[in-house]
């Protein structure tokens, strides 16, 4: 069964950091592409950044190049975020995705989503 599950939100302030976990918890994708996206209220949802199977290709929106890290270990089917320098438009929820298809910057490239974690920053 898939099924992913976000965890590691929360409120700060600006300029401080958390880190997102995703847990595959059937262990479908270890050797497939997974990512994060964000939805702020009264957007739509916008790619944040993906990593390939192995970790050894990333690709990350320009919005958070720099201050976000995205990264997997296999072994405990989980695929993290680092979100460094939190700035208050990065308020949103944010969604793990993944696919068994190919690394794709966009949201048609994904087939199985996790429920979403809130972020929210403040000034």
């Known amino acids: 069964q898939v099924q992913l599950v976000e965890s590691g939100g929360g409120l700060v302030q600006a300029g401080e950091s958390l880190r997102l976990s995703c847990v595959d918890s059937?262990?479908?994708?270890?050797?497939?592409?997974m990512a994060w996206f964000r939805q702020a209220p009264g957007q739509e949802r916008e790619f944040v950044a993906t990593?390939?199977?192995?970790?050894?290709?990333?690709i990350y929106a320009d919005s958070v190049k720099g201050r976000f890290t995205i990264a997997r270990d296999n072994a405990k089917s989980t695929v993290y975020l680092r979100m460094n320098s939190l700035k208050p438009e990065d308020t949103a929820v944010y969604y793990c995705?993944?696919?068994?298809?190919?690394?794709?910057?966009?949201?048609?490239?994904?087939?199985?989503w996790g429920q979403g974690t809130q972020v929210t920053v403040s000034s």
């Open positions: 995705a993944a696919t068994l298809r190919y690394l794709a910057p966009r949201i048609d490239g994904y087939d199985y």
């Open positions: 059937g262990r479908t994708f270890n050797s497939f592409p």
């Open positions: 990593i390939n199977w192995n970790g050894g290709a990333t």
